[in-house]
């Protein structure tokens, strides 16, 4: 991934350590290898061609990139006319987690923000592919900012479908972490009858008769 020329791996380098020198095809050592280890079964490695983000994050980070080019042509025809900054370029919470990825945005001027309640008219808001419950939205409208809304696509379908279901008078048993940010921004749409669980021994607690 670049970003302003700058070019970004998917995946954190892996730490420096030493591994066991692995034989070629036919060879019968492995030296450095544990002992117990004495056969080495031939294996066949198949590389990716490519290897990226999931489809949400990269259509969340393409939306980021448009409104950073429209914010850097604002600021440069403001400093311009000599006038001040009249709003700002903002992420509710890290659009990725990836430190590089978001210094780099930092220093194009991307604020990352968790307070919903810190916005000012004028300022844009991007929300993560993750999602937010409708409370937050609501809370991001109600400071005059302009919501810019990143969610990947198939959470905004489960959200939606959440949101239909409750409606009806369904509830909502959901498997996952009860404090990631996509679990919470569903349960903002499934009202107060939402239950989440997140292995076995924690559905069996669950009131469900």
């Keep these: 991934m670049t970003i302003s020329g700058q070019e970004f791996y998917t995946f954190p ?5 030493e591994e066991p020198t692995w034989p070629k095809p036919g060879q019968a050592s492995l030296q450095g290898a544990p002992a117990d280890r004495d056969k080495v079964e031939s294996m066949q490695v198949i590389r990716a061609r490519s290897a990226g983000f999931c489809i949400g994050v990269s259509l969340a980070l ?11 042509a604002r600021q440069q025809t403001i400093e311009a006319a000599g006038a001040n900054r009249p709003m700002g370029l903002y992420t509710l919470g890290p659009i990725i987690n990836n430190p590089l990825v978001m210094e780099a945005y930092k220093k194009q001027g991307v604020i990352c923000e968790s307070d919903p309640c810190r916005f000012r008219p004028g300022d844009k808001v991007v929300i993560r592919a993750h999602g937010i419950p409708p409370a937050v939205e609501r809370q991001l409208e109600d400071c005059g900012a302009t919501v810019i809304d990143a969610t990947c ?15 009806k008078g369904g509830a909502l048993l959901l498997f996952g972490e009860k404090d990631h940010p996509e679990v919470r921004g569903l349960l903002g749409y499934a009202g107060h009858n939402a239950l989440v669980f997140g ?7 669950l009131p469900l008769a």
């Design 13 to 17: 380098p892996l730490r420096q350590r």
């Design 62 to 72: 393409r939306r980021l990139d448009k409104e950073l080019d429209d914010f850097t």
């Design 153 to 167: 696509p198939k959470v905004k379908k489960a959200q939606l479908a959440i949101g239909k279901e409750q409606a």
């Design 199 to 205: 292995n076995m021994e924690e559905l069996r607690k």
